[in-house]
């Protein structure tokens, strides 16, 4: 995913060539002065500011209050994986969306890297999920616990009905469409941009996701319980990377690229 502040200052001012990836999990080697809540040797995860250098490199200058400890029974791997879609997933369904027990969500992309972290945390706080995408992501998207699920090519997506919360992130005229499938008072939010079209009597947000340590930590907590799976996709070198991240085909989960071996 890129964001316009990969590439500019927080002035707007151009700061390329700028190192991409904004995910990180490793050891933190070096600490700047005053920094509390972490030491030298520990495990670490989380999400880098936009408008700073990113971490595909050997070493990454990161913030402190935007890293959370990796417990040492998550691989680093998986800590990488879930991050972003973690987060976005997080913040979507319960800051922006207040996605309560007993609502129901209609998760665009379910499949993907981000919707089957949605679709897992939203059946997990008691929601009833419906999950969307292509065809070929309709077993996938119920693995990860949707429990019904629309193919966008085929099926119509208004017959989904009505639900309390869209989460989406595909935008576009699927993103406007959902909005009328909002029942009065519920939510879409989307992470592709302004919406063009709003709930009746509901809301409709747009949001760019932040690093959380407190939310790290729940993600993490889940994943070692195993109530959260990551979707990860292929897994290359860093010499690898820019193939890895511009693939030829259409790819299936996150995209890791491991420093070292």
Known sequence: MEWPSTWADRLGRDRTPSIPGHEVAGVVSALGYGT?????????????????DGTLA??????????APLPGDIDFTVGASVVMPGLTAWQGLFEHGRLQAGQSVLVHGA???VGSMATQLAREA???????????????????????????????????????????????????RSAGLVRPGGTLVTVTG?????????LAIDFVVVSDRAQLGEIARRVRDGRLRANIGDIATLDDAVAALNPTERAEGKPIIRVRP
């Not at 509390?36 to 700073?52: A, I």
């Open 36 to 52: 509390t809540g972490l030491s030298v040797g520990r495990r670490v995860f989380g999400l880098t500011d936009w408008y700073r």
């Open 58 to 67: 050997e070493y990454a200058a990161v913030e402190a209050r935007n890293l």
């Open 111 to 113: 499949a993907g890297a």
């Open 126 to 176: 008691g929601a009833y999920v419906i999950g969307t995408g292509r065809a070929a992501g309709r077993q996938t998207a119920l693995d990860f616990g949707a429990q019904e699920f629309l193919d966008l090519e085929e099926d119509t997506l208004e017959d989904a009905g009505g639900v309390d919360l869209v989460f989406d992130v595909i935008g576009g005229d699927i993103g406007t």
């Open 194 to 202: 302004p919406p063009e079209a709003r709930p009746a009597d509901g």
